[in-house]
């Protein structure tokens, strides 16, 4: 939700005489002349945000956000590997035909790496992780 060019928001600053000699400014801003500046957003935005993030701690949201997390993973699969956002053919009929057998060579996909003993692909770890593991 950025807010768009003509779209004002309320704004507040450090003091320069405070901020500029501070021995930590380079984790608040990244200006070498100017003081930190902070954009507030709308308060209903702020508000919507902070009961989303509340949310999403409960077991109830954990549940249900569990289906989706695993279908988007066999979704991203057959983006990935068989093209699912673009169809050859036109209608309705012939994509959902597409569909179906895009299905199908996935199952035969994840039928052999299981019957090979392929390892699944690792998930990208993030810079913080790799430093924290070494």
Do not use: N
């Not at 954990?62 to 057959?78: N, P």
């Not at 597409?98 to 390892?119: F, M, N, S």
């Amino acid at each position: 939700m950025s807010a768009g060019p003509d779209i004002r928001r309320p704004t507040s600053s450090s003091h320069p005489q405070h901020c500029i000699p501070c021995p930590v400014r380079q984790r608040c801003t990244r200006s070498k002349t100017e003081a930190r500046k902070l954009a507030l957003g709308p308060r209903e935005e702020h508000e919507a945000i902070r009961h989303a993030r509340q949310a999403q701690q409960t077991t109830t949201w954990w549940l249900h956000y569990s289906t989706r997390a695993g279908i988007e993973a066999t979704i991203g699969q057959g983006i990935r590997r068989c093209g699912l956002r673009r169809t050859r053919c036109r209608g309705l009929e012939k994509t959902r035909t597409q569909h179906v057998l895009t299905a199908a060579a996935l199952d035969l996909i994840r039928a052999d790496a299981w019957l090979t003993g392929t390892p699944l692909a690792t998930t990208r770890t993030s810079r913080f992780t790799r430093l924290r593991s070494a």
